[in-house]
């Protein structure tokens, strides 16, 4: 399955900005799926996380100002940023994630879109 982000761009200080990530198979051949951004000079995080049950995760950073969600029906999961902040500006790449019976994790990602916060 292949997975295609895009709605990245420009956007002022406490603006707002949806990315989307379309998955060309079913999204539920994932037990998880997230996004990661990665600022230059810096390791890529994760940013918030949606597993195949509906569970959600954030890293602190973005707790109350990001949401992510997933519409099974379009194979998407849609990360909504509110109040953006010039630290929120990185590449942001998509993941899909498989564990198999034994532990093992198999990572699927996405090209990268480039969030930039600034005035």
């Keep these: 399955v292949q997975l295609q982000a895009c709605g990245g761009g420009l956007v002022q200080p406490g603006g ?3 990315l989307a990530c379309a998955a060309s198979g079913s999204i539920f ?17 994760l940013v918030a996380a949606v597993t195949s049950l509906g569970r959600t995760a954030y890293a602190d950073s973005v707790k ?14 849609l990360l909504e940023m509110s109040s953006l902040r010039p630290e929120d500006a990185a590449v942001y790449y998509c993941n899909g994630r498989r564990v198999g019976p034994y532990g093992a994790v198999h990572d699927n990602w996405g090209q990268g879109t480039l969030v930039t916060v600034s005035s």
């Design 64 to 77: 109350d100002r990001f949401t992510i969600s997933a519409d099974n029906a379009k194979n998407t999961v």
């Design 29 to 45: 051949s994932f037990n998880a799926m997230g996004w990661y951004r990665q600022a230059p000079g810096n390791q890529r995080e």
């Design 16 to 18: 707002s900005l949806r």
